[in-house]
């Protein structure tokens, strides 16, 4: 099994609906990221979270919502989702003294 | 505020070795990642560099110049398999936390 699993991998959804990204990891890792990725753009971040206590908005949190339900999940609700919100998510977890990221597989989002 | 830039693509060929780029600004400075990103999948760590200097992982060597704000990662014997993009990323301070800043990646293609 994977390390970060993210569900679903593919999603189609109809503009204004309600749509929830799902994250779980058996890392054991205190810190989660939830990042979104468009062609030109990078990785941007759009919330973080360093315990089941502790959310943090990114540099993009608009329009999404997240909930830590535990230390290995954390998932990402778009309440009303926009066109604009169409990309590649992807949920990350760190260790506090290992800098480095493990990237779940990723959710690849369609809004039409 | 960050800003990063590595170039958009870079062609090579198999067996060869490729130097691809990566130049900062950022308002203070705790450490630069490489990531491997094939196509439609997750990123995946290479490397970490914090001191000024050479690092070298098998194939692969990430070298920094703090002064220089400048970075590279060194990929030796390509093999058709590395070709993917090459995300560079930036761990600095902002507002208390330490916010990693990826770069748009480099498409790397490696020719017979």
């Known amino acids: 099994d994977a390390d970060v699993t993210q569900t679903p991998r593919n999603r189609i959804t109809k503009t204004g609906k309600r749509i929830m990204l799902e994250c779980s990891q058996t890392k054991g890792h205190d810190r989660m990221y939830w990042y979104r990725q468009d062609p030109g753009l990078g990785l941007r971040l759009i919330y973080y979270s360093f315990d089941v206590k502790d959310i943090n908005k990114g540099e993009i949190s608009d329009g999404y919502s997240v909930s830590r339900q535990a230390q290995a999940k954390f998932s990402l609700s778009l309440e009303s989702a926009i066109p604009n919100q169409t990309a590649l998510y992807f949920c990350?977890?760190?260790?506090?003294?290992?800098?480095?990221?493990?990237f779940g597989s990723g959710t690849r989002l369609t809004v039409v | 505020g960050q800003n990063i830039d590595q170039p958009t693509e870079m062609t090579a060929t198999e067996g060869a070795i490729v130097q691809i780029n990566c130049t900062y600004q950022t308002s203070g400075f705790n450490g630069l990642f490489w990531y491997q990103q094939h196509a439609g999948e997750a990123p995946t760590f290479l490397s970490y560099n914090v001191l000024d200097g050479l690092e070298e992982k098998g194939r692969f060597s990430s070298f920094l110049s703090r002064s220089k704000g400048y970075s590279y990662l060194l990929l030796k014997e390509l093999q058709m398999k590395d070709s993917a993009s090459y995300l560079c990323?930036?761990?600095?301070?902002?507002?208390?936390?330490?916010?990693?800043?990826f770069g748009t990646g480099t498409k790397l293609q490696v020719i017979p």
């Open positions: 990323a930036v761990r600095a301070p902002s507002g208390g936390y330490q916010k990693v800043t």
């Open positions: 990350a977890t760190s260790e506090v003294h290992n800098y480095g990221y493990t």
